[in-house]
């Protein structure tokens, strides 16, 4: 391992990470700050709900891509593909989109940039695609059968660092599953709140009807 060539990689990521594009796209399409609308947050789920369903796509997928590039692209290209590289490397590209430097260090909730950190580790490591499907699955179920985005990440986020331990995860990768889930859960807590309370935003399905 280098270290110089880890310090550089990881300041890259958090720097792929910051990239902050539900703000770029409220910015370009309407002329908005959308973290002034909606929800407030600076995440794919807000970008849905303010810019539409095409926009609201192109923002996840893109901070998808900000999770996989550092983890792939970036490490690879200065030769850092040992486990405890790669998860700093992911920890930092999803700590940029959570904390973004280039809007006073208040971003996303880190969800898609997770799942982005996730699939690039996923292609460099893949004993972990067993624990990225599985953990693809679960947010999915919950999604489709309850409506609810944030309790179904939640889930997720929480079972993440059980399937690590479950399959047997190289000791960094179970780390690194544990600050994920704390990053994840800890961004959500507005959405804890409002869970709790009955509140929470739903998505209503073609499929399912309203209670």
Not at 124 to 150: E, K
Not at 160 to 184: D, G, H, R, S, T
């Amino acid at each position: 391992m280098n270290l110089l060539f880890l310090a550089v990689s990881a300041v890259l990521a958090y720097l792929i990470g910051s990239i902050p594009v539900a703000y770029i796209f409220g910015r370009v399409l309407k002329n908005l700050d959308i973290r002034e609308h909606g929800s407030g947050n600076m995440g794919a789920t807000n970008a849905f709900r303010v810019l539409g369903k095409g926009p609201g796509t192109i923002v996840l997928i893109l901070d998808i891509i900000k999770g996989i590039i550092p983890v792939t692209i970036v490490a690879n290209a200065f030769g850092l593909g040992d486990a405890l590289s790669l998860v700093i490397i992911a920890v930092a590209a999803v700590a940029g989109h959570n904390w973004t430097v280039f809007l006073g260090f208040k971003g996303g909730k880190g969800m898609a940039t997770s799942l982005g950190v996730l699939i690039g580790l996923a292609i460099q490591l893949p004993g972990l695609r067993i624990v990225l499907g599985l953990a693809t699955l679960i947010w999915l179920v919950l999604f489709l059968s309850l409506g609810y985005v944030s309790l179904a990440s939640i889930s997720a986020a929480v079972a993440l660092p059980i399937l690590m331990v479950a399959f047997e995860a190289p000791f960094p990768m179970k780390a690194m599953a544990i600050v994920l889930c704390v990053f994840i859960v800890f961004r959500h807590r507005s959405n804890i709140k409002r869970l709790v309370k009955g509140q929470e935003n739903r998505v209503s399905f073609p499929f399912r009807k309203r209670p």
